[in-house]
Antibody, heavy 118, light 107 residues
Framework: EVMLVESGGGLVKPGGSLKLSCAAS????????MSWVRQTPEKRLEWVAT????????YYPDSVKGRFTISRDNAKNTLYLQMSSLRSEDTAMYYC???????????WGQGTSVTVSS | DIQMTQSPASLSASVGETVTITCRAS??????LAWYQQKQGKSPQLLVY???TLAEGVPSRFSGSGSGTQFSLKINSLQPEDFGSYYC?????????FGSGTKLEIK
């Protein structure tokens, strides 16, 4: 069974940093690209970052480029999202997701909540 | 960036009815369109990818269609477990973008 379990969320002040983790199991982690997607309090879904299966290529939207860094450790079957210079608009539930057929996100974790507030 | 416009924003229907949700892309995305279902308090689940391919385990009452810029998700004979929110997303390369969602409620 494919499982993705996120952790590391919490309350952080504006300008602060936070590192999220996503532990993967039930599939060959090193064979799949992975992504982070967030859902705002208004329930809007926003793509945050994608990393290739081997970790060589990373992709970000302009809204987080230069502030967020996606990485992975294929030996530990774990995906990461390092977030810095956090803003109130980064407040959201953060999900990790596997890129499956055609690059659609075929499995999602349960999410970890990030709140940016003073 | 490709904009995804989804409609309606909300929909009220009864068990057994058939409903259709539409999604329009701001430019040609060929068939790179996915649909997700999200139930209250849960993470999104993939229903359809490549516009019309059902994800594993998805009931056949769900069907996707369309190509280019116009897409739709049809749910035949609504079941109680189908109520929730639905989102479209293009997967024609980054930046991936999502529609604003359709909330399907019980009438």
């Amino acid at each position: 069974e494919v499982m993705l379990v996120e952790s590391g969320g919490g309350l952080v002040k504006p300008g602060g940093s936070l590192k999220l983790s996503c532990a993967a199991s039930g599939f060959t982690f090193s064979s799949y690209a992975m992504s982070w997607v967030r859902q705002t309090p208004e329930k809007r879904l926003e793509w945050v970052a994608t990393i290739s299966s081997g970790g060589s290529y990373t992709y970000y939207p302009d809204s987080v480029k230069g502030r967020f860094t996606i990485s992975r450790d294929n030996a530990k079957n774990t995906l990461y999202l390092q977030m810095s210079s956090l803003r109130s608009e980064d407040t959201a539930m953060y999900y990790c997701a596997r890129q499956g057929g055609g690059d659609a996100m075929d499995y999602w974790g349960q999410g970890t909540s990030v709140t940016v507030s003073s | 960036d490709i904009q995804m416009t989804q409609s309606p924003a909300s929909l009220s229907a009864s068990v057994g009815e058939t409903v259709t949700i539409t999604c329009r892309a701001s430019e040609n995305i060929y068939s790179y369109l996915a649909w997700y279902q999200q139930k209250q308090g849960k993470s999104p689940q993939l229903l359809v990818y490549n516009a019309k391919t059902l994800a594993e385990g998805v009931p056949s009452r769900f069907s996707g269609s369309g190509s280019g810029t116009q897409f739709s998700l049809k749910i035949n004979s609504l079941q109680p477990e189908d109520f929730g929110s639905y989102y479209c997303q293009h997967h024609y390369g980054t930046p991936f973008t999502f529609g604003s969602g359709t909330k399907l409620e019980i009438k």
